[in-house]
């Protein structure tokens, strides 16, 4: 009696434990080669099969860990297509005679850099006339941009209205840049009907780079 006592013990032992631990077998298959397992639960239809749950559960993470692996070659040469499209803007930028052309560079390419289909430049210099690009108040543009930032893309509802007054309805996300000149600033601002075209998660780096060199360009232009 004391040694089915005992057995019973150690079998609720057993039980407590792996339910406290239900990956268990996962993790140490070759013990359910020596285990005598049921195919079915007594008065139940439900299927016991512990190696043909491991198998699925195996290919599944291998199908998972196959598509982590598409989008990051994926990623990779849409990144190196980006910065082939970066390095040639950056070429016209540089050989630019002329404030009029560096923007007709910003209004021409930028759409393709980006893949958005509204574009709009502004700045806060009243000196500077130019077909395409329109006054903003400085107070106003230099809100959108954090500390030394030159990049916005949090999405704020009034920039749609300020930056694409004629086409808001059809902005669903946007991103603006900021250009520093001197005291003054140019921003250009560029809208999508995608609403994930833009996102507060997105990476800037190559195209707050392009800026840079836009700036140096500007500088230089009127160092003349």
């Known amino acids: 009696m004391k040694k089915k006592d005992e057995s019973s013990s150690q079998e609720e032992l057993i039980i407590k434990f792996l339910k406290n631990n239900k990956n268990f077998f996962i993790k140490y298959p070759e013990i359910i080669k020596g285990l005598q397992i049921p195919l079915k639960d007594k008065g139940s239809e439900k299927v016991i099969d512990l190696q043909i749950y491991r198998y699925k559960k195996i290919n599944q993470e291998n199908i998972d860990l196959q598509n982590q692996m598409t989008q990051v070659l994926l990623a990779g040469k849409n990144h190196v297509q980006s910065q082939k499209r970066i390095l040639k803007s950056s070429i016209k930028i540089l050989n ?41 108040d400085t107070r106003i543009a230099k809100s959108y941009f954090r500390d030394k930032s030159i990049t916005n893309i949090n999405q704020n509802p009034k920039g749609i209205l300020l930056y694409f007054p004629n086409k808001s309805q059809y902005i669903k996300s946007y991103i603006l840049l900021k250009i ?45």
């Open 96 to 136: 630019c005679k002329s404030l009029a052309k560096v923007f007709n560079v910003i209004l021409s390419d930028f759409k393709i850099l980006l893949g958005c289909e509204y574009i709009n430049c502004f700045t806060t210099n009243d000196k500077i006339t130019m077909n395409g690009i329109q006054k903003i």
């Open 180 to 224: 520093n000149f001197n005291n003054d600033i140019f921003v250009i601002a560029m809208g999508s009907k995608d609403i994930n075209k833009f996102n507060p998660d997105q990476q800037v780096d190559l195209i707050e780079y392009l800026i840079k060199i836009i700036e140096i360009k500007i500088h230089q232009l009127y160092l003349k």
